[in-house]
Every structure is written in structure tokens, then in C-alpha cells.
């Protein structure tokens, strides 16, 4: 009656529905997880030199140098549906040039089955902190946010904020010796 390619492909079909529907149900158990956590930030030394970006122009811009501590227990964010996290550190602030800037300080990956107790203390920023201007010094108000997305085995990528931000100000005069 049936051949062979239309009975295989009718068990394919079938087949592939059903781990559909198995993948949206593992997707649905944990859409409504809350995975924010309590974040610690603080900065411990904060300094800005005005040096040439060779990278764009031979203009001088702020640079700033941050060394911050960051402690957070993300061990309940990891249910069977997360693969990893990719935390970053964020510096938002607002110049007379832009309404809001935003740099990327630091990164994590942390992978399921790792130690997600961070309590780094006396860090250093692994990307630079450039402003494009002289926007840093004697900044009163430059805000430190941890944030994560998670990378999920089935489903939504989502950005997350942490509970608990910094906010420090950078100081009013350049330093002029190395760093």
C-alpha cells in the first residue's frame, strides 16, 4: 500500500513533532523563573589620565582606571535549562555630548557545574575605560551594573540586571604618572 520513503517519512514527521512539543514544555517549566540575585560592588581605586586614542584620532580623550570589588552567589540562577551565564559589568554615565554612555568594563563566562560564588576582590577592568571626549574628569556620577544573559538549553536568551548597583565619581584632576 505505503512505500518505504512514505512510511519513514510520516515516522520522521511524527517524530520530530513530538520532540517539538517535548522542547517547548522543557522551555515553559522555567520561563517564569526569576533569575535576578543580590550583587556587591564597590570600587576601591579611581583614577583618569587624558592621553591620545590612537586608535580613532590623535585627539586626547579620558581614560579611566578602575579597580573595583564584586562578590555574588549565582549557584541558584543554574537549573537544568541553563548551559552558562555571561555576566558584564557595565559603567553608565551622561555627558554634555551623549544622554548616556555605556562601557563594558569586565566579562565572565561561567559554565554549568562551575563555581558561580564570585567574591573577586581588588579587580582590575579587562577592557578599557575610554570616554570620547574629557567627559570623566570630576564625573559625579559614573553607575557600576552587573548583568548576565543566560544561555539556556531551550528557549529565550535573557538579559538580566542584578540587585545592587555603585555609583562613584571620578576625581577632578588628571594624574600624570603611569598606572
Not at 535576578?36 to 579611581?46: L, S
Not at 570623566?136 to 545592587?164: C, D, E, M, Q, Y
Amino acid at each position: 500500500m505505503h512505500t518505504v520513503m512514505t512510511r519513514g517519512n510520516a515516522i520522521l514527521a511524527y517524530s520530530l513533532s513530538v520532540l517539538s512539543v517535548l522542547t517547548f514544555c522543557c522551555f515553559a517549566s522555567t520561563f517564569f523563573y526569576d533569575y535576578r540575585t543580590e550583587a556587591r560592588i564597590n570600587t576601591v581605586k579611581v583614577l583618569v589620565k587624558n592621553v591620545p586614542d590612537f586608535s580613532a584620532s590623535r585627539e586626547k580623550n579620558d581614560l579611566g582606571f578602575i579597580t573595583f570589588d564584586l562578590g555574588t552567589d549565582l549557584n541558584p540562577l543554574f537549573n537544568w535549562n541553563v548551559k552558562q551565564l555571561f555576566l558584564y559589568l557595565t559603567a553608565e554615565y551622561t555627558t554634555e555630548q551623549n544622554a548616556l554612555n555605556q562601557v563594558v568594563l569586565w566579562d565572565k563566562i561561567i559554565l554549568r557545574g562551575e563555581n558561580a560564588n564570585l567574591d573577586f576582590k581588588n579587580m582590575n577592568t579587562k577592557y578599557y575605560f575610554w570616554d570620547d571626549g574629557n567627559g570623566l574628569k570630576g564625573h559625579r556620577n559614573v553607575t557600576l551594573t552587573l548583568s548576565w544573559n543566560i544561555i539556556p538549553n531551550a528557549g529565550l536568551l535573557p538579559s538580566v540586571f542584578a540587585h545592587g548597583q555603585h555609583s562613584f565619581k571620578f576625581p577632578e584632576a588628571y594624574i600624570e604618572s603611569p598606572v
